[in-house]
């Protein structure tokens, strides 16, 4: 029996989800807040409505006849779209909004993490006055990590000692207000992320993908959503060992445990440290960017993994192409701090197809965009991403440059990512921080 699967969010990630979908035995629709062109090309059937408003997606699934749903951002998560999907007989490949606390409440992470003891937690103290955490940061004579609990879109959390002073984290807090704050242990290394599909107890779990945080090349400015991100042909990135990769992958395997009963991407942002690998957050979803370095080069067939989970099977071995891939984000002038939103740009495909030589491959993928009124529309988010695949970092760099050649303005993109540049600067830090 053909499968009807709703994909629920329009970003990168979800334009990644509908490409890993499109060719396998299912129909394919959507819904999200924007118009996302890639999506609704792949789908049979679109449907513009607020993600986040559980019965609307539920009448939207019921009425195109789901069978299963792919929910990609964090935001219908937390709001309980899983649960309304699942009541409504429609099976869900994304958490309940009470296991997607998991993400969507850091310092419910932390206590999850000291309470079942799994590894790489920091010291971390939570609060719920914003003056206590101030006192806390005065009294402590390490560098700390300052989280709001709840989500902010990966723009939330401040470093003392990287991006701001003591003084300047509690001004921030005192000028946000938070409810409820996580201080923690400030790690210093490598970061990288391990996506894990999860369902009735079973782990697979994808190659290792380096995101960048910062706006601005050479990991400077203020924190984004990512602003791209690059992947080895192997599992590890090439700051790293087979033996770091293995930690995160039991890191996973013990989170998974702990969750019990969890259906979904589990995703680990991890610090390489010199003291081994550490945990910087779980996230209930695919990564975005990541999903568009792990998604392309998965041979498995992404709907296998879907049936598998509703029918409470094991879920199957995913097998990936030995490629690199290196993504890089076009996001809207000012963003994330003041983004232009609302500015028509045009979107030069047949240069992204040109970019493809050989056998490395170039791919677009259609971000946070708006399709109305014959053109293609910023929003206040990331606008669209590129993706070379090939065989190694260096040549999958190199044809997401050339697909990018013909960008025109109104968008930013960090041309850093994956450079070579960079790939050893990352390596060197590690080495340094190893005493190697
Ligand atoms: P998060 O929203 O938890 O992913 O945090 C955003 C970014 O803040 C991460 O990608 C890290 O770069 C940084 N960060 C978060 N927690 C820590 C920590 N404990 N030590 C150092 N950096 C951190
Ligand atoms: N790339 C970071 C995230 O998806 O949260």
């Known amino acids: 029996m053909s499968e009807t699967v709703l994909l629920v969010g329009g970003g990168g990630r979800e334009h990644a989800i509908a490409r890993a979908l499109e060719g396998s035995d299912c129909d394919l629709y959507a819904c999200a807040g924007n118009r996302n062109p890639g999506i609704t090309r792949i789908a049979a059937g679109f449907e513009t409505l607020d993600a986040t408003n559980a019965s609307a997606v539920t009448t939207y699934a019921e009425e195109v006849g789901a069978t299963l749903a792919v929910v990609g951002p964090e935001a219908p998560l937390q709001a309980g779209v899983a649960d309304a999907l699942s009541e409504a007989g429609v099976f869900p490949f994304g958490p309940s909004a009470e296991a997607a606390r998991i993400e ?12 079942h003891d799994i590894s790489g937690c920091p010291e971390f103290e939570t609060f719920e006055s914003t003056e206590e955490a101030c006192e806390y940061i005065d009294s402590s004579t390490t560098d700390l990590a300052v989280k ?16 701001v002073t003591k003084e300047e984290a509690k001004a921030y807090l005192r000028e946000e207000e938070y409810e409820r704050i996580v201080l923690e242990e400030r790690f210093v290394g490598e970061e990288f992320t391990v996506q894990g599909l999860v369902a009735n107890g079973s782990l697979r779990v994808t190659p290792a993908v380096q995101d960048h945080k910062r706006a601005y090349e050479g990991d400077e400015g203020p924190n984004t959503g990512g602003m791209g991100s690059y992947s080895d042909a192997g599992l590890e990135l090439p700051f790293m060992t087979e033996d770091d990769y293995r930690d995160a992958v039991s890191i996973l ?28 957050e779980f996230n209930a979803r695919f990564g975005d960017p990541e999903a568009m370095n792990t998604l392309p ?5 992404f709907l296998d993994v879907l049936v598998a989970a509703r029918e409470g099977e094991e879920l199957p071995q995913l097998s990936f192409a030995p490629r ?15 983004p232009q939103g609302g500015t028509r740009i045009a979107v030069d495909e047949e240069s992204v197809a040109r970019a493809a030589t050989g056998n490395a491959e170039a791919a677009l ?9 014959g053109g293609i ?7 669209f991403a590129v993706v070379g695949i090939a065989e190694s970092i260096a040549q999958a760099e190199e044809i997401a440059e050339d697909a990018l050649s013909e960008v025109e303005e109104g968008v930013r993109i960090r041309h850093d990512i994956g450079t070579e540049d960079l790939v050893r600067s990352r390596i060197d830090h590690m080495s340094d921080l190893r005493g190697e």
Do not use: H, W
Not at 104 to 115: L, V
Not at 297 to 301: A, S
Not at 324 to 338: I, Q, R, S
């Open 297 to 301: 080069v998965m041979n498995t067939d």
């Open 365 to 373: 993928f259609y971000a946070s965009v708006d399709e109305r009124d």
């Open 377 to 383: 529309y910023t929003t206040t988010s990331r606008a």
């Open 148 to 163: 709001p609990a709840g989500l902010t879109g990966g723009k939330g959390v401040k470093v003392i000692g990287d991006q």
């Open 104 to 115: 969507t409440d850091k310092a419910y992470q932390r206590r999850f993490m000291r309470e």
């Open 324 to 338: 690199a891939t290196v993504c890089k984000y076009a996001v809207p002038e000012g963003y994330p701090v003041d």
């Open 253 to 280: 395997d013990e989170t998974v445990a702990a969750l019990g009963d969890y259906t979904g991407v589990l995703y680990g942002q991890f610090m390489l440290t010199a003291d081994g690998v550490k945990v910087i």
